[in-house]
């Protein structure tokens, strides 16, 4: 089984920081891209940021220049560090990777953490 654990989520004001962090464990031979999505109540989950396993990556237009994404290929995590946040950007925040063990991909989902920016 594979498992995606996130965590850095929290409160913080507008303007403020934070980091998420994802981590992939169990029967993995190799992760493929790797995401962050989220979902605001009310609303659908929409994709935030995505990086290929080569590094190369791409942001949702309404994070653009804010948010980053970088993963450590050895440690199997994938990180969205967030900057100047804004209320908007409220939501609980889902990691999302395709992993092989064998020859099959499977897309797999983490839990979800809060995201809370306060005006």
């Known amino acids: 089984q594979v498992r995606l654990v996130e965590s850095g989520g929290g409160l913080v004001q507008a303007g403020g920081s934070l980091r998420l962090s994802c981590a992939a464990s169990?029967?993995?031979?190799?992760?493929?891209?790797m995401g962050w999505y989220r979902q605001a109540p009310g609303k659908q989950r929409e994709l935030v940021a995505v990086?290929?396993?080569?590094?190369?990556?791409n942001y949702a237009d309404s994070v653009k220049g804010r948010f980053t994404i970088f993963r450590d290929n050895a440690k199997n995590t994938v990180y969205l560090q967030m900057n100047i946040l804004k209320p908007e950007d409220t939501a609980v925040y889902y990691c999302?990777?395709?992993?092989?063990?064998?020859?099959?991909?499977?897309?797999?989902w983490g839990q979800g953490t809060q995201v809370t920016v306060s005006a």
């Open positions: 999302n990777a395709d992993i092989s063990y064998t020859y099959t991909v499977h897309n797999y």
């Open positions: 169990g029967r993995i031979f190799s992760i493929n891209a």
């Open positions: 990086i290929t396993s080569g590094g190369s990556a």
